[in-house]
């Protein structure tokens, strides 16, 4: 379905309550490495109107989820979506490395693609409907400083990042706590996308080197339509358990060996 056909269909729809959002695939794919790794808790920041949350649960997610976003127009969705689900709860801060405020860039139509950073001439010939039209001041909160807010001891943390170019800042506001996450879920760009934002190579060995994890899956995200190059890849990092026993080589079969 075309985008000129779907815009007014949801429009329609939503006066029944009802919402029309567009298929991610991979979502299976990425709730089984949830499951593989005892994940009961995600972390969502750049929520937006909550489509990875929503994600999430049609493919069988059932552990606790917290969005921030720090929009009002996409947060006011977000929270009629989160509404419906005892275990999403839903906070107004744009999580970065300092506590105050910041001006945020909004991308279209308070769009996904907004972001603290000034966006490049690439990202806009891409997808021009993503061109900011203007800016905001938001909250801003460091990770650490709401972690006990957010978490329950002994849950398993995965972090999912979609903060167009923050990803550097919002791990480093995790502070003492960034040893707990166990996985991180981020866009990594291969070409500058926004000013000053790490590429693909400076976030995976942050993902690595500061979090110990390790790169489980790599998907393609925004794609140039003008010629086919991707600029962006999603990536998913896990911390890996050494101990965990389906890892391990058999007992009689180490002797054999």
């Known amino acids: 379905m075309t985008t000129n056909l779907l815009r007014p269909l949801r429009r329609a729809v939503r006066r029944l309550g009802i919402d029309v959002v567009r298929h991610r695939p991979g979502g299976g794919d990425l709730v089984r490495l949830l499951r593989r790794y005892e994940i009961d808790l995600v972390l969502d920041a750049g929520a937006h109107r909550g489509d990875f949350g929503t994600l999430l649960r049609e493919a069988g997610y059932r552990g606790r989820i917290v969005s921030f976003e720090p929009l009002r127009e996409p947060r006011a969705e977000l929270r009629h979506r989160a509404g419906l689900d005892d275990t999403w709860s839903v906070l107004p801060y744009?999580?970065?490395?300092?506590?105050?405020?910041?001006?945020?860039?909004?991308?279209?139509?308070?769009?996904?693609?907004?972001?603290?950073?000034?966006?490049?001439?690439?990202?806009?010939?891409?997808?021009?409907?993503?061109?900011?039209?203007?800016?905001?001041?938001?909250?801003?909160?460091?990770?650490?400083?709401?972690w006990e807010q957010v978490t329950a001891p002994g849950e398993r943390v995965f972090l999912n990042l979609d903060v167009q170019g923050y990803e550097a800042q919002v791990l480093g506001g995790a502070g003492e706590f960034a040893d707990e996450i166990c996985g991180v879920r981020l866009g990594a760009p291969?070409?500058?996308?926004?000013?000053?934002?790490?590429?693909?190579?400076?976030?995976l060995a942050l993902a690595r080197e500061k979090l110990g994890l390790t790169l489980m899956s790599l998907a393609p995200g925004l794609t140039d339509p003008r010629d086919g190059r991707t600029?962006?890849?999603?990536?998913?990092?896990?911390?890996?358990?050494?101990?965990?026993?389906?890892?391990?080589?058999p007992a009689q079969a180490a002797h054999a060996e």
């Open 94 to 146: 744009a999580l970065g490395d300092r506590t105050g405020t910041a001006t945020l860039n909004i991308s279209g139509h308070c769009g996904p693609a907004s972001s603290f950073l000034p966006m490049l001439p690439r990202h806009r010939a891409a997808a021009p409907r993503t061109a900011y039209t203007g800016d905001v001041i938001v909250q801003t909160r460091r990770l650490d400083e709401l």
């Open 190 to 203: 291969l070409v500058p996308l926004f000013q000053g934002a790490p590429l693909f190579d400076e976030l």
């Open 231 to 249: 600029l962006r890849c999603e990536l998913v990092l896990l911390r890996e358990d050494t101990s965990d026993p389906s890892e391990q080589v």
